[in-house]
């Protein structure tokens, strides 16, 4: 058991510094280089990393004698952390298609394609390095946090991979003198990724929060049961 909570911890700690990485990369390039997407990307990891710290946060807690010392069902941590880690990635999610939607009624952006694929291909490598080893050791550790830790790792390699397939694509227009829509595959890919990843954090809080009431209800049923022992 300690061997599997020494393992989560050091998964919880490695994907913390892994998402703050990629966060200041793609929160920097994106800035200077006038990419919603990129910033997509790098807020997604900003996001991430805020997470992941709450995870281990609940991690410690979950696993510390305080735990036992509070009058708290610590069966509600888990599915409480991964509720609220789904509800702040569809928000973002939601944020980040209104400023596309406004950036194409603007006219679009103009983007470095080149630097940009450069970007997207490290990016893209690095986040599917750490989704790997994150679903490979995580099985051993047998936790609802790393599980979830590593769905978020998983979308943000296929979000790398959109930006990358994106990026060829509008390189592809440029090439073929055809900038004019050029200029919109930057935000249509924010969309298409924005639209697409609502879904992944929705099931994530529908699991989390089925999970929640479960809890809640064996509660009460215990409440009730300790009750009618009393009584009787």
């Known amino acids: 058991m300690s061997c599997s909570i020494s393992l989560e911890k050091k998964l919880l700690t490695f994907s913390t510094a892994s998402a703050l990485v990629f966060a200041l990369m793609g929160i920097g390039l994106g800035v200077w280089m006038g990419s919603l997407v990129i910033l997509f990307d790098g807020a ?3 996001v991430s990393l805020f997470l992941t710290l709450i995870s281990l946060a609940a991690a410690w807690y979950i696993r510390s004698p305080k735990a036992g010392q509070h009058n708290v069902n610590i069966n509600l941590i888990e599915p409480a952390v991964i509720a609220f880690k789904g509800f702040a990635i569809t928000l973002m999610c939601g944020a980040s298609f209104v400023s596309a939607v406004l950036a194409i009624l603007a006219g679009g952006r103009e983007v470095d394609t080149g630097l940009a694929l450069v ?17 490979k050791r995580g099985n051993q550790s047998k936790s609802a946090l790393i599980e979830a830790e590593s769905k978020q790792w998983l979308m943000d390699s296929v979000i790398s991979g959109a930006v990358m397939a994106g990026f060829i694509v509008a390189s592809a227009l440029s090439y073929a003198g055809l900038v004019e829509y050029a200029v ?21 809080m529908q699991g989390a929060l089925r999970q929640l009431i479960t809890v ?14 009393k009584a009787g």
């Open 216 to 229: 809640y209800q064996q509660d009460d049923e215990a409440i009730f049961d300790r009750r009618m022992q």
């Open 184 to 204: 919109f595959a930057d935000p249509v890919m924010v969309i298409i990724a924005s639209v697409y990843f609502t879904l992944v954090p929705l099931k994530m």
């Open 44 to 46: 997604y990891s900003l």
């Open 119 to 135: 970007f997207a291909v490290i990016n893209l490598v690095g986040c599917l390095g750490t989704y790997w080893l994150l679903a």
